[in-house]
Nanobody, 128 residues
Framework: QIQLMESGGGSVQPGGSLRLSCTPSKYTVNNYCMAWFRQAPGKEREAVASIAIDTTSNSPPTNIPPSNKGRFFIVKDVAKNSMSLEMNRLIPEDSAVYYC?????????????????WGQGIQVTVSS
């Protein structure tokens, strides 16, 4: 059984930034298609960003929904065996529990059903 260990998150004021990280308990981040999803109270789980497997470069392809483009960035750090989500210019509507997800090919799908492994979730609160 593969576990995804999430870190980061917390509370921030509107306009601030946060960084979430995720590390698999088995193998490396480049063995998985990975993504972040979030779920706010009373709402469905939605995709935040995804990142592919790419063993030939340090910049695997990503897929970020239009609503998050320019604010959210997703990267893999193979040396640290970590996948991170950098969130900037946060707004209260970004408040949610954020989940790290991992799965197999094909990558960069924004459908939660495409991912097999899930983290426990980490709270992000944007409030003044």
């Amino acid at each position: 059984q593969i576990q995804l260990m999430e870190s980061g998150g917390g509370s921030v004021q509107p306009g601030g930034s946060l960084r979430l990280s995720c590390t698999p308990s088995k193998y490396t981040v480049n063995n998985y298609c990975m993504a972040w999803f979030r779920q706010a109270p009373g709402k469905e789980r939605e995709a935040v960003a995804s990142i592919a497997i790419d063993t030939t470069s340090n910049s695997p392809p990503t897929n970020i929904p239009p609503s998050n483009k320019g604010r959210f960035f997703i990267v893999k750090d193979v040396a640290k065996n970590s996948m991170s989500l950098e969130m900037n210019r946060l707004i209260p509507e970004d408040s949610a529990v954020y989940y790290c997800a991992a799965g197999v090919l094909p990558c960069n799908r924004l459908d939660s059903r495409a991912y097999t492994y899930w983290g426990q979730g980490i709270q992000v609160t944007v409030s003044s």
